[in-house]
């Protein structure tokens, strides 16, 4: 099974409103990141949070980790049309595994 | 663009045949990383290597088997192939074993059994 579930599946949203996914894992973890999939392509890399770290801003993303719950979230303020993509989150593992969930698909209508 | 490098792009073979993906790392990255990734789905991890070296593996058959070589580029075999073997398969590359970092994908090779 995944290690790292994503939630909700899908979201559509409107151009300019915020748009939230949340993330859920089950073992103990390196680090947490996020990354970004346009069509099946390759990923991007968006943002990386640390075991000891609670919470990191890039740009638009906010990301928090809470550890006691396993879990993070992925805020995308101010959505665009140009963020429509896959988000995954991958959780780094022992034994130099990164384990992905099966992604949240985000919909951003202009 | 990341500096990461797959060939072919897109690729049909058929059932029972033998295939070799190829991933050039980025600049001063010494660790690749391969992914199957399903339509619809996740990727899911294959393998690592470091330095040359087999460090991590994924719940994959030994028919899935990998090279890196001293430049750092690396191969993805897979032998026997089963119509389920259908999928994106992504190669990322980092800068090192135990280095907090963030890994940088290629665009992927579609392969396609039938």
């Known amino acids: 099974s995944q290690q790292g579930e994503e939630d909700p599946q899908a979201l559509s949203i409107q151009e300019g409103e915020n748009a939230t996914m949340n993330c859920s894992y089950k073992?103990?973890?390196?680090?947490l990141q996020w990354y970004r999939q346009n069509s099946g392509r390759g990923l991007v890399h968006l943002i990386l949070?640390?075991?000891?770290?609670r919470e990191k801003h890039s740009g638009r993303l906010r990301v928090t980790l809470d550890t006691s719950k396993k879990s993070s979230s992925l805020l995308i303020t101010a959505s665009r049309a140009a963020d429509t993509a896959s988000y995954f989150c991958a959780t780094e593992i022992a034994g130099f595994k990164t384990i992905f969930g099966a992604g949240t698909r985000l919909f951003v209508k202009a | 663009e990341t500096g990461v490098t797959q060939s072919p792009t897109h690729l049909i073979k058929t059932r029972g045949q033998q295939v070799t993906l190829r991933c050039s790392s980025q600049s001063g990255h010494n660790t690749v990383s391969w992914y199957q990734q399903a339509l619809g789905q996740g990727p899911q991890f294959i393998f690592q290597y470091y330095r040359e070296e087999e460090n991590g593996r994924g719940n994959f058959p030994p028919r899935f088997s990998g090279l890196q070589f001293p430049n750092y580029s690396s191969e993805l075999n897979v032998n026997a192939l089963e119509l389920d073997d259908s999928a994106l398969y992504l190669c990322?590359?980092?800068?090192?074993?135990?280095?907090?970092?963030?890994?940088?994908f290629g665009q992927g090779t579609r392969l396609t059994v039938v």
């Open positions: 949070i640390r075991s000891n770290e």
């Open positions: 990322a590359s980092s800068r090192g074993q135990g280095v907090i970092t963030e890994a940088f």
């Open positions: 073992t103990s973890i390196n680090n």
